[in-house]
């Protein structure tokens, strides 16, 4: 069993900053090869935002947030980050971070098994 938990979530003005945590836990951690970050807004399909693998190099973004967003991870802390920057009203939405156990898909939530609660993220213009 893998537990995720996000934060770091808030409000912010549009051009500010948020990083964004998820702490994995869970004996079966381990078995899992890549994290990602996803997010929902309000009558939107859940999108991809952005994934790493996590035993090798290998990071992943959409094109909305390429150059704005960075993700990252801390393995020995198992924690995952999303630093995000320049943000725009767009990128409001809830955000999840999520496990895959492979890294071949990096970008499709179907094959993200494990889902954190999710983080708030509001820009105000």
């Known amino acids: 069993q893998v537990t995720l938990v996000e934060s770091g979530g808030g409000l912010v003005q549009a051009g500010g900053s948020l990083r964004l945590s998820c702490a994995a836990s869970g004996p079966t951690f381990k078995y899992y090869e890549m994290m990602g970050w996803f997010r929902q807004a309000p009558g939107k399909e859940r999108e991809f935002v952005a994934s790493?693998?996590?035993?090798?190099?290998?990071?992943f973004y959409d094109d909305s947030v390429k150059g704005r967003f960075t993700i990252s991870r801390d393995n020995a802390k198992n924690i995952l980050y999303l630093q995000m920057n320049s943000l725009k009203p767009e990128d409001a939405a809830v955000y999840f971070c999520?496990?895959?156990?492979?890294?071949?898909?990096?970008?499709?939530?179907?094959?993200?098994?494990?889902w954190g609660q999710g983080t708030q993220v509001t820009v105000s213009t």
């Open positions: 999520a496990a895959s156990r492979v890294t071949h898909m990096p970008t499709d939530p179907e094959w993200f098994g494990i």
């Open positions: 790493i693998k996590w035993n090798s190099d290998g990071t």
